[in-house]
């Protein structure tokens, strides 16, 4: 059985930094697909970032470029997001999510996956 477990969240100041980590059992991140969407009072899931099925490629969306950095550990079997100069805006609840038949173009789309973390909040005060 596939679980997800996201860590790392808390209360940072405007410009600061957080790592997220989701750890994964019951897959290899090695072999799937692997994302950070986020979810802010109020508003519908946005994508954040993912690493491709195929080569782990990373993908980021357009804000979050320059930022933010999403990496895995093989043998940890966690992925990773490092988040630096964080806004206000950045906050909300933080979910991993993971597919092993997404397609390149679908990374976005968060109806494509089909495991899912409970999440981590994360809140940046201006």
């Known amino acids: 059985q596939v679980q997800l477990v996201e860590s790392g969240g808390g209360l940072v100041q405007a410009g600061g930094s957080l790592r997220l980590s989701c750890a994964a059992s019951?897959?290899?991140?090695?072999?799937?697909?692997m994302a950070w969407f986020r979810q802010a009072p109020g508003k519908e899931r946005e994508f954040v970032a993912a690493?491709?099925?195929?080569?782990?490629?990373?993908v980021l969306a357009d804000s979050e470029k320059g930022r933010f950095t999403i990496s895995k550990d093989i043998a940890k079997n966690t992925v990773y997001l490092q988040m630096n100069n964080l806004k206000p805006e950045d906050t909300g609840v933080y979910y991993c999510?993971?597919?092993?038949?997404?397609?390149?173009?679908?990374?976005?789309?968060?109806?494509?996956?089909?495991?899912w973390g409970m999440g981590t909040q994360v809140t940046v005060s201006s």
């Open positions: 999510a993971a597919d092993r038949s997404i397609i390149f173009s679908e990374l976005s789309n968060a109806n494509q996956y089909d495991y």
């Open positions: 019951g897959m290899s991140v090695r072999s799937y697909a």
């Open positions: 690493l491709s099925r195929s080569g782990g490629y990373p």
